[in-house]
């Protein structure tokens, strides 16, 4: 176990890094490109990369990771299975490589349909170059589950850091050259790299790749039983998002930008859980599916990292969001209006943060115990959802419809999969979770009035946006911790005894 927490830190130590990457590529692209239809094109476009990410971290990796798990403990021929469903997928991926190709001119006017003349050529060339290179940014997802199967969880991150890093390089040194398609480059050329460490990672544990196509007749069926609803729950998330983008692409130029800049630092907390903490949790919980107390308490453990660590960031951006914003994005051509239509999209956005945290514990547990229909029912109800709310209120709201369409669905999703889960676990740990809820909501409240009363009594608001941050999130920090400590003392034991164990 040890191990695993160590391994736990370092992993979540690349994804701060990755991050930081992260907030570098988008302080470039907006130095060069501001919030513009160049920058709109490449984030329609960049949306099919997340869909097929989607699908193989979400889709993919929940039904193999607990299926292979299980074969091996079994004894049985799991890494003749798992070879045969990597030659397989791959294939599929070489096939739709190939579609997005020649028919992207055709799909993407079709789902963007109210993209301006600029942005349509550009979102349709560079969802062209993308799908030229599906088959190999299919592979470095496929590899991270495989690598998951093992424990091995540090390539992955360093490869998803190679993406994103080489594509802010790429935009800083190569935009008078390619203009906006230095970020396209960038982020193939990255991948690449990623996908050639994985492998070497991949080939210094025990697996041993073979060219065979033929899987355990049992673990085909029971494989392609579970990745339909699997699949198509993966892909509600990014159906969503498509629909968010659609309707945001009759709002106005810049609108995608706007909306796409804000989600990414909401996202951030979220995307350093769900690669590091969340997926060795449901690696846990995919060992323990037999032991029903070792499952509740990891179930629980889940619970409590994702509210002690993701509400105090949501309470902390809506204090100091607009500092955030324009830390991140403002200079060049990118303007104090695009700042403040980029804060307000963040502010709309922050219920996200935590109920989309918890929600993926739930999801997970579910995941974990072969329930893949029933998140797919869940999650397929939010598609309606969120065309109805976007149907009602952009026309009236424009672009802020959209942010606050998606915190209600992360809301409703959240509720919901509560409701399933705690009928399994029991009454007694529902409790236990409104318990620790309770004495973790204080803290970060106190936090949230300290940093606030802070700002206004020194006038904050007019000082740089680094020195903001620099002054307020650490009096921020510091609050929180003593009063964890105060209030939830347990549970501030649980966090010190894991990093000292790390």
Same mark, same amino acid.
């Given at each position: ?18 991050? *930081? ?206 990745? *339909? ?85 949501? *309470? ?99 509720? #919901? ?28 409240? #106190? ?56």
């Amino acid at each position: 176990m040890s191990r695993l927490k160590k391994t736990a830190l370092w992993a979540t130590a690349l994804a701060l890094v990755l991050k *930081v990457s992260g907030f570098i590529r988008e302080s470039i692209v907006a130095k060069e490109f501001g919030a513009s239809s160049e920058t709109d094109a490449y984030f329609l476009a960049f949306g099919f990369i997340t869909l097929v990410v989607a699908m193989i971290s979400t889709g993919f990796n929940n039904v193999f990771l607990p299926m292979y798990v299980k074969s091996r403990a079994a004894g049985k021929r799991g890494d003749q299975n798992a070879n045969a469903l990597l030659n397989w997928t791959m294939l599929i991926f070489v096939g739709v490589s190939l579609v997005g190709c020649f028919f992207a001119d055709a799909f993407v006017p079709f789902i963007y349909g109210n993209m301006s003349e600029a942005t349509s050529v550009l979102a349709v060339q560079m969802t062209q170059i993308f799908f030229a290179f599906m088959t190999m940014i299919a592979l470095s997802g496929l590899l991270d589950s495989y690598l998951q199967s093992r424990r091995i969880f540090v390539p992955s991150q360093v490869s998803k850091l190679l993406a994103t890093l080489m594509a802010a390089l790429f935009a800083l040194f190569f935009s008078d050259v390619w203009g906006i398609f230095s970020l396209v480059y960038g982020f193939i050329v990255g991948t690449v790299m990623g996908v050639v460490i994985q492998i070497a990672a991949l080939i210094r544990s025990d697996y041993k790749w073979q060219p065979v196509f033929r899987m355990e007749r049992d673990f085909r069926v029971a494989f392609l039983i579970l990745i *339909v609803p699997s699949l198509l729950n993966s892909v509600v998330g990014q159906v969503n998002l498509f629909v968010n983008r659609f309707f945001a692409s009759g709002t106005g130029d810049a609108s995608v930008t706007y909306l796409n800049n804000s989600s990414l630092i909401i996202s951030i907390p979220n995307a350093i859980y769900a690669t590091t903490l969340a997926a060795i949790i449901f690696t846990l919980m995919s060992e323990q599916t037999e032991n029903v107390a070792k499952f509740r308490d990891t179930v629980f453990r889940g619970m409590e990292i994702s509210l002690v660590t993701l509400l105090p960031i949501a *309470v902390g951006l809506l204090v100091v969001g607009d500092a955030v914003v324009a830390f991140i994005y403002e200079r060049g051509a990118f303007t104090a209006t695009d700042t403040a239509n980029t804060h307000l999209a963040l502010l709309l956005y922050l219920p996200i943060i935590v109920f989309q945290g918890m929600q993926l514990i739930l999801s997970k547990s579910m995941y974990a115990r072969g329930k893949t229909a029933v998140v797919f029912r869940i999650s397929v109800t939010t598609i309606a959802v969120n065309i109805l709310l976007n149907w009602l209120l952009v026309d009236k709201y424009g672009y802020p419809a959209l942010a606050i369409s998606a915190s209600v669905v992360s809301v409703y999703y959240f509720v #919901v999969s509560m409701i399933v889960v705690y009928r399994d676990l029991g009454v007694a740990e529902f409790r236990r979770f409104a318990r620790m809820s309770t004495r973790v909501v204080g803290p970060a409240v #106190v936090m949230g009035f300290a940093i606030w009363g802070l700002k206004i009594l020194t006038g904050a608001s007019e000082w740089a946006a680094t020195v903001q941050l620099g002054v307020l999130v650490p009096v921020g920090v510091a609050v929180y911790v003593v009063m964890v400590r105060l209030f939830y003392r347990e549970g501030f034991t649980r966090f010190v005894g894991l990093l000292r164990r790390g």
